[in-house]
């Protein structure tokens, strides 16, 4: 016979919290993360469309391999941005690229649509499989627990 030392649900009932703990914390945590980027898509969908031309074109080699423009738009004024490091062997000076800017150039993005680089897409996604595989399940009662059983034979009395 097993007698209980404390009431029979409430292991339950504490695992359940602790589920919603952690729901609670990852969905705060994804509508933070959407909210970081609001920002970055007002501006590029309210921003000015234009086109630019390209100034310079150098590619970066190395870890962050990337290609740099140097780009001017029809009012003078001129900025960089990074892009994908294969643009470099299509792009040239002289050449025609569409251009977003809200206004002044502390906001400027070659490109109509928003851009979105591999460590920010797979940010969230990282957290979610670390939650979903890292979350401890550790404290499972000893009567619970796998059986190990090394001896052979019958038991000694």
Same mark, same amino acid.
């Given at each position: ?5 404390r ?7 504490e695992?359940?919290? @602790? ?8 969905? =705060?945590?994804? +509508? !933070?993360? &959407?909210l970081?980027?609001?920002?970055? *898509? ?39 941005d990074?892009?994908?490091? @294969? ?8 050449? =025609?690229?569409? +251009? !977003?800017? &809200? ?5 400027? *993005? ?13 940010t ?29 034979? @019958?038991?000694?009395?």
């Amino acid at each position: 016979m097993l007698c209980s030392t404390r009431p029979l649900g409430e292991r339950f009932r504490e695992h359940a919290s @602790r589920h919603r703990f952690a729901t609670a914390f990852l969905l =705060l945590y994804c +509508v !933070v993360m &959407a909210l970081i980027d609001i920002p970055y *898509h007002a501006r590029v969908h309210a921003g000015v469309h234009e086109t630019g031309e390209v100034v310079r074109a150098r590619k970066v080699e190395g870890k962050g391999a990337r290609c740099e423009l140097h780009v001017a738009i029809p009012n003078g004024e001129a900025f960089t941005d990074d892009v994908d490091p @294969r643009w470099c062997d299509v792009i040239e000076e002289g050449t =025609l690229v569409p +251009v !977003v800017h &809200a206004g002044s150039l502390g906001f400027a *993005h070659v490109g109509t649509r928003p851009g979105l680089s591999l460590g920010v897409a797979i940010t969230s996604e990282i957290v979610l499989v670390l939650a979903l595989f890292g979350y401890p399940d550790w404290n499972r009662p000893w009567y619970e627990a796998r059986v190990i059983d090394s001896g052979r034979g @019958r038991l000694r009395s």
